[in-house]
């Protein structure tokens, strides 16, 4: 069992940085690649970022490739996303997540986290 609690989530301006943290309870997280997905109003749960088990390999949505950063401390059990050059669009409620799946490709798919947190908002303002 995985528990997750994210936070840093909030308001700002188009242009700006937030980071995200996940907080990863249960001795098993660093056996689970990682993720951060999306769900903007109106819109189905999108993937975001995903990270290995080891942290040596990471996935990104081509919408926010060269923008924003998965990381993973499997020492504090906590899993990142520091987010740049932050656009309107990218308002959305962000979810972290635990896959028991490893490959990059697996990881896009959202269908398989099997462990979800609460979600955390990020509003970016015009």
């Known amino acids: 069992q995985v528990q997750l609690v994210e936070s840093g989530g909030g308001l700002v301006q188009a242009g700006g940085s937030l980071r995200l943290s996940c907080a990863a309870s249960?001795?098993?997280?660093?056996?689970?690649?990682m993720g951060w997905i999306r769900q903007a109003p109106g819109k189905e749960r999108e993937f975001v970022a995903a990270?290995?088990?080891?942290?040596?390999?990471?996935r990104y949505s081509d919408s926010v490739k060269g923008r924003f950063a998965i990381s993973r401390d499997n020492a504090k059990n906590t899993v990142y996303l520091q987010m740049n050059s932050l656009q309107p669009e990218d308002t959305a409620i962000y979810y972290c997540?635990?896959?028991?799946?490893?490959?990059?490709?697996?990881?896009?798919?959202?269908?398989?986290?099997?462990?979800w947190g609460q979600g955390t908002q990020v509003t970016v303002s015009a």
């Open positions: 990270i290995t088990w080891s942290g040596g390999n990471s």
């Open positions: 997540a635990a896959a028991g799946v490893n490959s990059l490709v697996e990881v896009t798919t959202t269908q398989n986290y099997g462990y």
């Open positions: 249960g001795r098993t997280f660093s056996r689970y690649a």
